[in-house]
Structures are given as structure tokens and as C-alpha cells.
């Protein structure tokens, strides 16, 4: 079954304690991305990655970090969390064939709590 | 910046009855226009897009159309059912800037709840 895959699925943390959220992809697509969600607030991308090794910034990077060292895994990395990392995360991968293209499908979500 | 402007926040409507959602957008190189639907616990999914070489396109009960020298779009959905019930993000893809091309700019979200 074609999947986005992500894990934990909820994580209650502390102030300070590095945590990686995984996401994993079984669709062999070039583009992954992680956003957030908070209330009122909508969809916003944090990092993205066009393919294997390259990553770049979305709207809202501070206090987080991303890796793509293989094609089906795209890992969100908080070095220090902070309770305003507090909302629930996701993950989404696309073929990207061209610009603006391509549907992008999600993961189930990761909701995280910083105390 | 970029901005995606998305209206109402919350929508109510009865079962049957008809419900429209706008957006409106501010990248002028936006030329994909994508919608989601959230269902409760879920990721979002793809429901129905259009592209800025066409005015409107339609999917069953699921209608957008596009007005490219307005900058809006919306979405339009008939004869509602229960399980319509979900939040929407429409969105639009950027321009040519600072190395995001292609990437996606949502919508706030809107909130439609069907009541039988």
C-alpha cells in the first residue's frame, strides 16, 4: 500500500530533550516536506527536499533541523524543543514531475507536546 | 511575502444545500491551485486542483474555478453530505522565489460541518 508513514504518532517531551520525528515514504518520490499545523494558523512548511542530499527552508525553520540521505526517509530533527514547537506535524512526499505539480500525499500526523 | 487568503474559518450547512469556499492569493507566478480535505485524526488528501490555463474544472459534486486577473479561486461543493464534514485548505504554488519554487502556500483552513 503507498504510504507516508511517520513515527511517533504522539510524543509528550521536555524542554530541551532532542527528539526525531521519522517519515518514511514507499513511493520512490523525489520531494518530501514537513509542516505544521496549529490552530488558526493552517499548513506551514519547515523544510523541504527536492531530492537525495538536498534540503532547504520553508517558512517557519527556526528550531529545527532535516536530513536526506536516502530517498524514502526525510527524519524532523528538534536539537533543543521548546513548548512553542508544541502542534502536530506532518509529513508529505510528491513526484514534483514539474514545478507546482504534483499531488502531495501526507502522513497520518505526529502530534508533540513540549512541557 | 507570499500570502494565501482563505474564507470563512467555518461553514455550516445543511444536508443538501450547497457550500462555497474562497481563496485568494498574492503570488502573481502562482499557476497550480490545489485543494485538501482533513478529515478528523488525518493527514490532508487531494480532493481536486486546477491549473492557470483553465477557468473551472469539475469531479462530481466538487467544483473549483479560477479567476487568474482576481486571484481567487474557489471551491464549490453540491448536494452536501455528512461525510463532507472535514476541514479544507486550498492553496497556491509559489513563484520563482528564493529557491522555493513549486512549493505550495495553504490557506488558513476552513472548518465545513454538514448537518443531516
Known amino acids: 500500500e503507498a504510504q507516508v508513514t511517520q513515527n511517533p504518532r504522539y510524543l509528550i517531551t521536555v524542554t530541551g530533550k532532542k527528539l526525531t520525528v521519522t517519515c518514511s515514504q514507499n513511493?520512490?518520490?523525489?520531494?518530501m516536506s514537513w509542516y505544521r499545523q496549529d490552530p488558526g494558523l493552517g499548513l506551514r512548511q519547515i523544510y523541504y527536499s527536492m531530492n537525495v542530499e538536498v534540503t532547504d527552508k520553508g517558512d517557519v525553520p527556526e528550531g529545527y533541523k532535516v536530513s536526506r540521505k536516502e530517498k524514502r526517509n526525510f527524519p524532523l530533527i528538534l536539537e533543543s524543543p521548546s513548548p512553542n514547537q508544541t502542534s502536530l506535524y506532518f509529513c508529505?512526499?510528491?513526484?514534483?514531475?514539474?514545478?507546482?505539480?504534483?499531488?502531495?500525499?501526507f502522513g497520518e500526523g505526529s502530534r508533540l507536546t513540549v512541557l | 511575502g507570499e500570502n494565501v487568503e482563505q474564507h470563512p474559518s467555518t461553514l455550516s450547512v445543511q444536508e443538501g444545500d450547497s457550500a462555497v469556499i474562497k481563496c485568494t492569493y498574492s503570488?502573481?507566478?502562482?499557476?497550480?491551485f490545489p485543494w485538501y480535505k482533513q478529515e478528523l485524526g488525518k493527514g490532508p488528501q487531494l480532493i481536486i486542483d486546477i491549473r492557470s490555463n483553465v477557468g473551472e474544472k469539475k469531479d462530481q459534486r466538487i467544483a473549483v474555478t479560477l479567476n487568474k486577473t482576481a486571484k481567487h479561486f474557489s471551491l464549490h461543493i453540491t448536494e452536501t453530505q455528512p461525510e463532507d464534514s472535514a476541514v479544507y485548505f486550498c492553496a497556491a504554488s509559489r513563484g520563482n522565489y528564493g529557491g522555493s519554487q513549486g512549493n505550495l502556500i495553504f490557506g488558513k483552513g476552513t472548518k465545513l460541518s454538514v448537518k443531516p
Open positions: 513511493m520512490n518520490h523525489e520531494y
Open positions: 503570488d502573481s507566478a502562482s499557476n497550480y
Open positions: 508529505a512526499s510528491s513526484f514534483q514531475r514539474q514545478v507546482g505539480d504534483g499531488e502531495l500525499f
